[in-house]
């Protein structure tokens, strides 16, 4: 592993990280590392991503550096190939061929360190009948099957943001990847790719269903099952204030104390009876309904239900919990997540705000022992679909 002359909290600390500019999973599997201590630069292109995003409020580019690098300019490949011959890890996310095309490819970079972890973001992979088509979070679980657990069975299926897939089946994936090979080369001094797919991801997140399914414990429709809004005690409902509460009220114990405080104890019976299902919600729906939100928050409050408000983005920062805990901070004006998971003996940490394209090349010159880079040129580099 090479050792990186910048100072940096966090387990990572000392590990190089070259992160190709893109967008979705990719920069934030970059901004993960970072928060854990990696030294990660951020290669961007002449122009900037085209997403028409301030970089000064894009919270996946903290912890960075970065320089701008044309890799169409006849120098641009060779200044890439200096960067990856100092890494730990290059992340890229682009079309499979784009970066051998480019000269940049895992051949190219292990020709120059054969150390380096080649970590691959894209939706398809890099094989496969779809393996060149554009994509999106939504098509990739759409195929896994995984977007159509999620929702009412009366309604099509609920899109769940862009967190399933490109966060989690995509950048968590990645970066277990990454740290996986990097192991092994620091056991071994071989370095390899790791081809992180989102359908390769958002499907492994569904292995226990899938055991549920083959174990006849899961009916392969929406709304019907214990986790997918079927069961009544495992759900959401609204208040009389047109907000809602999280009930997941699933073992017994939990259940009667769900009971008892909403006011339904002759309900018990309920709870491994599904013809009183039906039933069920609807007394539970109408209890619900009779309060506020905040109302039904001071009474659950202090038990052991496993019922909680529903918050919204604006409101979360401030729940007592949150905030004791410090899950999210403030940083450069901007309320964001901190960093986690947590470490006792290498606490992670927001070091610096997001990096601005370019404003770090110097640094990067300096630490990495590489030659001052001319000003860049205006053209663009290829957009980097997954």
């Given at each position: 592993?090479?050792?990186?002359?910048?100072?940096?909290?966090?387990?990572?600390?000392?590990?190089?990280?070259?992160?190709?500019?893109?967008?979705?999973?990719?920069?934030?599997?970059?901004?993960?590392l970072a928060d854990l201590g990696a030294d990660v630069v951020r290669v961007d292109?002449?122009?900037?991503?085209?997403?028409?995003?301030?970089?000064?409020?894009?919270?996946?580019?903290?912890?960075?550096?970065?320089?701008?690098?044309?890799?169409?300019?006849?120098?641009?490949?060779?200044?890439?190939?200096?960067?990856?011959?100092?890494?730990?890890?290059?992340?890229?996310?682009?079309?499979?061929?784009?970066?051998?095309?480019?000269?940049?490819?895992?051949?190219?970079?292990?020709?120059?360190?054969?150390?380096?972890?080649?970590?691959?973001?894209?939706?398809?992979?890099?094989?496969?009948?779809?393996?060149?088509?554009?994509?999106?979070?939504?098509?990739?679980?759409?195929?896994?099957?995984?977007?159509?657990?999620?929702?009412?069975?009366?309604?099509?299926?609920?899109?769940?943001?862009?967190?399933?897939?490109d966060y989690a089946g995509g950048s968590l994936y990645l970066v277990v990847g990454?740290?996986?090979?990097?192991?092994?080369?620091?056991?071994?001094?071989?370095?390899?790719?790791?081809?992180?797919?989102?359908?390769?991801?958002?499907?492994?997140?569904?292995?226990?269903?899938?055991?549920?399914?083959?174990?006849?414990?899961?009916?392969?429709?929406?709304?019907?099952?214990?986790?997918?809004?079927?069961?009544?005690?495992?759900?959401?409902?609204?208040?009389?204030?047109?907000?809602?509460?999280?009930?997941?009220?699933?073992?017994?114990?939990?259940?009667?104390?769900?009971?008892?405080?909403?006011?339904?104890?002759?309900?018990?019976?309920?709870?491994?009876?599904?013809?009183?299902?039906?039933?069920?919600?609807?007394?539970?729906?109408?209890?619900?309904?009779?309060?506020?939100?905040?109302?039904?928050?001071?009474?659950?409050?202090?038990?052991?239900?496993?019922?909680?408000?529903?918050?919204?983005?604006?409101?979360?920062?401030?729940?007592?919990?949150?905030?004791?805990?410090?899950?999210?901070?403030?940083?450069?004006?901007?309320?964001?997540?901190?960093?986690?998971?947590?470490?006792?003996?290498?606490?992670?940490?927001?070091?610096?705000?997001?990096?601005?394209?370019?404003?770090?090349?110097?640094?990067?010159?300096?630490?990495?022992?590489?030659?001052?880079?001319?000003?860049?040129?205006?053209?663009?580099?290829?957009?980097?679909?997954?």
């Amino acid at each position: 592993m090479t050792e990186a002359k910048t100072p940096a909290g966090g387990p990572l600390a000392g590990v190089r990280v070259v992160e190709l500019a893109g967008i979705g999973p990719g920069p934030f599997a970059a901004m993960l590392l970072a928060d854990l201590g990696a030294d990660v630069v951020r290669v961007d292109r002449p122009g900037g991503p085209g997403l028409g995003i301030d970089p000064a409020r894009d919270i996946t580019l903290r912890n960075k550096r970065s320089v701008v690098v044309d890799l169409k300019a006849p120098d641009g490949p060779a200044r890439l190939l200096d960067l990856a011959e100092r890494a730990d890890i290059l992340i890229e996310g682009y079309r499979p061929g784009v970066a051998e095309r480019l000269g940049v490819g895992p051949g190219d970079c292990h020709a120059r360190n054969p150390r380096l972890v080649y970590g691959r973001m894209t939706g398809w992979g890099q094989e496969g009948p779809l393996a060149d088509r554009a994509g999106h979070d939504i098509a990739y679980i759409a195929l896994t099957g995984t977007l159509g657990v999620i929702g009412d069975p009366d309604r099509p299926p609920a899109v769940p943001a862009n967190l399933l897939g490109d966060y989690a089946g995509g950048s968590l994936y990645l970066v277990v990847g990454v740290l996986a090979a990097l192991h092994h080369a620091r056991a071994t001094g071989t370095g390899q790719v790791v081809d992180a797919a989102i359908v390769d991801g958002t499907a492994h997140l569904s292995a226990m269903i899938h055991g549920m399914l083959a174990a006849g414990a899961w009916q392969d429709r929406r709304g019907a099952n214990l986790l997918d809004g079927g069961c009544p005690y495992y759900g959401t409902y609204a208040t009389a204030d047109g907000r809602h509460m999280a009930v997941g009220a699933l073992e017994p114990r939990f259940y009667a104390e769900f009971l008892r405080l909403l006011g339904l104890e002759d309900q018990a019976g309920a709870h491994t009876d599904v013809t009183r299902w039906p039933e069920l919600r609807e007394r539970v729906a109408a209890r619900f309904k009779a309060r506020t939100r905040d109302a039904w928050t001071a009474v659950f409050e202090g038990t052991d239900a496993c019922v909680a408000p529903v918050l919204s983005l604006g409101e979360a920062p401030h729940h007592p919990h949150l905030a004791a805990r410090g899950t999210f901070t403030d940083h450069g004006g901007i309320t964001q997540p901190a960093p986690a998971p947590r470490f006792s003996v290498t606490p992670a940490a927001i070091r610096t705000g997001p990096a601005r394209p370019g404003a770090g090349a110097d640094d990067v010159a300096r630490d990495w022992d590489l030659p001052r880079p001319a000003a860049p040129s205006n053209s663009s580099e290829p957009s980097p679909p997954q």
